[in-house]
């Protein structure tokens, strides 16, 4: 559609698919420049698929612990490509080396053996149940998140807390509360002229003047913290996103910086897939190992894009549940019950090992560890002592009938 001089003006439904599609051209969040009701930032990733707690944090001090992983079973501390130690017996996949120095500066806590409250092995089932933060499927499709979001600032603003990275926000973001979106542009942007011209002509109209306006704030915001715009040679300095464990770094690094900005947001969602390893998982080298690294690389990444705003923030990693402790015949392992929790940032009370821990010996239908700590008591500790949301709204509105699961003390720094 070319609209140079805009002799036939487009119908509104038409400029409705147009700021749709401006948004994801643009490529940032409509966000509005109000006050924030706090400046504390908090960043959610979910690992789809199904994380081996077991390998990513190996409990290498159990004595059965090379016996149940045969094959999977990680070289111990000060072996070549060894296990990188943290505590009780616990460690690091050599893999996550990128975020071993966090342990050390006391930001980074790991809570092993962590579980959502319900037992499926259905990925669909698991990540919607993790999502909406509830123990069985309802008819109630919002996220917990947003629902903090709407604790966090009961009144609807301008402002746009939450931020959603990727094509589409996450269950997690969805529900009343208006959250942002972001995510690399691979496409030419529009001309300034075209976006100066249709916000004339739709001036007068409320809904589209609005919208339109918010996105070219938003695109200001993201040229001016993320660098975007024409390179020397006047083409699109951006690349696009693509595939494999190192785009996670991309997106870690674009969401850090947005939440950096004192004009950006506070909340985030970054997803991050491949860890359904029913095949040729690997050990020390492999798929799994190669996931591993893009995770602590983009959160690497993450904590430098922060820059000063990293002493405010906290980083909690999920996965909707674990995997076997034993491997299959094929060299991976299947769906199982529990898995680990990573919480990092420097607001984080870290270096140590925190919640219950089950053991090796006896297993979940004699396969799958045992779950020790509902993930929601961890997101619990989070929200309510570095958002500040209310102990009876975390039991009632945030997570809908959990009084039983209790927030968890002492995650971040007093």
């Given at each position: 559609m070319i609209m140079d001089d805009l002799a036939c003006p487009p119908s509104r439904r038409t400029l409705l698919r147009l700021l749709g599609a401006s948004a994801l051209i643009l490529g940032a969040p409509r966000i509005a420049f109000a006050a924030a009701p706090t400046d504390n930032r908090l960043i959610v990733v979910i690992l789809r698929g199904a994380l081996d707690g077991l390998a990513a944090v190996p409990p290498y001090g159990e004595k059965r612990y090379v016996e149940r992983r045969a094959g999977l079973a990680l070289p111990m501390p000060g072996e070549a490509d060894g296990i990188l130690p943290l505590a009780q017996g616990f460690g690091l996949h050599p893999a996550l080396a990128p975020i071993h120095p966090l342990w050390a500066s006391g930001e980074l806590l790991?809570?092993?053996a962590t579980a959502g409250g319900y037992h499926t092995r259905s990925h669909f089932d698991a990540?919607?149940?993790l999502e909406t933060g509830v123990p069985k499927r309802s008819a109630a499709l919002a996220g917990w998140l947003n629902r903090a979001l709407a604790e966090l600032q009961p009144q609807a603003g301008a402002r746009r807390l939450g931020l959603a990275t990727g094509s589409a926000?996450?269950?997690?973001?969805?529900?009343?509360?208006?959250?942002?979106?972001?995510?690399p542009p691979?496409?030419?942007?529009?001309?300034p002229t075209l976006l100066a011209a249709v916000a004339r002509l739709y001036a007068g109209d409320p809904l589209f003047a609005s919208a339109l306006a918010d996105g070219i704030k938003a695109q200001n915001l993201q040229d001016e913290v993320l660098g975007s715009g024409p390179g020397p040679d006047g083409a699109p300095s951006n690349k696009p996103l693509g595939f494999g464990p190192g785009a996670f770094s991309v997106v870690a690094g674009a969401a850090g910086g947005l939440l950096a900005s004192e004009a950006g947001p506070r909340i985030a969602v970054m997803e991050m897939g491949g860890w359904d390893t029913h095949v040729g998982q690997g050990a020390v080298k492999g798929r799994l190992a190669n996931n591993l690294a893009g995770l602590a690389n983009g959160l690497a990444e993450l904590r430098r894009s922060l820059g000063a705003a990293w002493a405010r923030s906290v980083v909690v990693c999920v996965t909707e549940f674990g995997r076997t402790?034993?491997?299959?015949?094929?060299?991976g392992t299947d769906h199982g019950t529990a898995s680990v929790t990573l919480v990092l940032g420097g607001a984080v009370h870290g270096g140590r090992i925190a919640g219950d821990w089950t053991g090796l010996d006896q297993l979940?239908?004699?396969?799958?560890?045992?779950?020790a700590t509902d993930?929601?008591?961890?997101?619990?500790?989070?929200l309510r002592d570095h958002l500040g949301i209310a102990p009876a709204k975390l039991d009632s509105a945030v997570f809908p009938d959990s009084g039983v699961v209790r927030a968890m003390q002492g995650l971040v720094r007093a």
């Open positions: 790991v809570v092993p990540q919607d149940l926000i996450p269950l997690m973001l969805r529900g009343s509360v208006p959250v942002a979106s972001w995510e691979d496409m030419k942007e529009p001309a402790v034993a491997p299959n015949g094929t060299g979940e239908e004699n396969r799958d560890l045992r779950a993930i929601r008591a961890v997101l619990k500790g989070v």
